[in-house]
């Protein structure tokens, strides 16, 4: 099943040229993932009752035409591949011409909420996405990223209370500010990047301090998130 709905592209929303910015692109893909589970009865609002909730895991996006302010975006997803404990999904995003602007994959993690644990995806709940076998990207999985071994930029910050989204975590597009801040200035006058890439390991919590890392591989602009102490990989964010 496709679901779709339209977007309008807001102030918050703009960057360099009135374009969309990447965040502003994810969180219209963030909230239409959220309305597709509302829509199939394993949405925010029904959590109480099903006890369960989704956490993304890997962002994969590449815009190709970037929306402007005031521009209305007409967006689809679709559940594409379910195993266990886990599931992707796709997005497209057309603007008001009908001209494709970006292709975006994610895996997403169901998560019981009164353990606090992974847990199967039942069949039932499987059924109620009715997953479509369309890949944008042409792949089944979402590739792994590759942990750099030297940096050239370090940062550090500490979780604020603006921070913690509704499950007590880090809202995940928070990450790709955090990268963004660890950039360089020179490499952060070269946004927007068309190509973003985002591995979520572990979640980062209210008052922890995290050191945002940088370099340079190739082409991409590669940020590393881990704990102060360097022992926890929280995230990696890739840019090109």
Known sequence: MIYQEKFKIGLKDVGKNDEITNKGLLECLENIAAYHSDSVGYGINTTNITHLTWVVLDWKVKVIKRPKYGQVLDIRTWSRHIVKCYAYRDFEVYNDK??????????????????????????????????????????????????????????????????????????????????????????????????????????????????????????????VIESQDEKVLHAMIALS
């Open 98 to 223: 009908g001209e494709l602007c970006a292709i975006a994959s994610s895996k997403w993690l169901l998560i019981d909420t009164q353990k606090g644990k992974i847990t199967k995806v039942a069949e039932a709940m499987a059924e109620k996405y009715h997953s479509e076998s369309k890949s944008v990207f042409g792949e089944l999985e979402i590739e792994k990223m590759q942990l750099p071994q030297k940096f050239e930029n370090t940062i550090s910050y500490q979780a604020k209370r603006r921070d913690i989204d509704v499950i007590g975590h880090m809202h995940n597009l928070y990450y790709l500010d955090l990268a963004y801040e660890a950039l360089p200035e020179e490499v952060y006058e070269q946004r927007p990047f068309n190509h973003i890439r985002i591995m979520y390991k572990k979640e980062i919590k209210l008052g922890e301090i995290v050191i945002c890392k940088y370099t340079k591989l190739e082409d991409k602009n590669i940020v």
